[in-house]
């Protein structure tokens, strides 16, 4: 459906900043997501088998949220993590993820990830796979008030980046990214290759949906602002806001890697 007609128009003339989820549409870390859980369930349930499979149909959640969707402990919450960095070193990029955010950068096109892990372990999992310099910010979970599927994080990121919605596009493989990128008013483009089913996808009524990553490019011609600064002049990547109140720094994520 690369190409697919949008339900809206975007900004006349291009696109200024491009929002994209992490897990699933950048790295590829289900299956660390899925051992993750499994030991975890197992150090705080005991007994029985881990509902793994339950767990993988809320792609792109928070965790803490997803625990209560599932009437499971928060206290999987640590081990989770726990396990989630020893496993980190067996998430890798997916294909062209570095070449995408390249160009989109050499654009002129502001880049943010927006993502259902918290901030701190999603900024260290971006810099083992030496993504973080390519994008300009990384907002957690952990560091708004209200995950997705709420707008909070799409917003928060458009404010960093300063771009307004108009202007801007989110790139997702869950249902709860494309309602988040449509509650914060942006073009809501779904990730069919990433940890979706793709007909649950397709039925959550995208704006547009691809199919590879690569496709993501037709849709982003530069559409710099006035005075804006050239792409060779732009700070080292990686920034981020506070955490959101009554959240730790550390936070727990929806994926892990």
Do not use: N, Q
Request: aromatic share 2%; proline share 10%; hydrophobic share 45%.
């Amino acid at each position: 459906m690369a190409g697919a007609a949008v339900r809206r128009s975007g900004a006349p003339g291009g696109v200024r900043a491009v929002v994209l989820d992490l897990d699933g549409v950048l790295v590829d870390s289900l299956a660390v997501a899925r051992e993750a859980f499994a030991l975890a369930y197992a150090e705080v349930v005991g007994g029985g088998v881990a509902p793994v499979d339950e767990y993988c149909r809320h792609p792109g959640r928070y965790l803490p949220d997803v625990l209560r969707l599932m009437g499971l402990p928060a206290a999987m919450a640590d081990p989770f993590v726990r396990e989630s960095y020893r496993l980190a070193h067996l998430v890798t990029p997916v294909p062209g993820a570095a070449d995408l955010l390249g160009v989109l950068r050499g654009r002129g096109i502001g880049v943010a990830v927006a993502t259902g892990r918290s901030g701190v372990r999603a900024r260290d999992l971006l810099r083992r796979l030496d993504l973080l310099r390519l994008v300009d910010h990384v907002v957690g979970s952990d560091e708004v008030a209200r995950p997705k599927p709420a707008p909070d994080i799409v917003r928060r990121a458009l404010e960093l980046l300063d771009v307004a919605p108009a202007d801007a596009l989110m790139v997702g493989d869950a249902p709860s990214d494309l309602a988040s990128a449509r509650a914060a008013g942006v073009l809501a483009v779904a990730a069919l290759w990433g940890e979706s089913d793709p007909a649950t996808l397709l039925a959550a009524g995208p704006d547009v949906a691809l199919t590879g990553l690569g496709e993501l490019l037709p849709l982003c011609d530069p559409c710099p602002a006035p005075g804006a600064t050239p792409p060779g002049d732009r700070p080292p990547a990686g920034g981020d806001g506070p955490a959101a109140p009554g959240r730790g720094p550390d936070g727990v994520d929806g994926h892990a890697g």
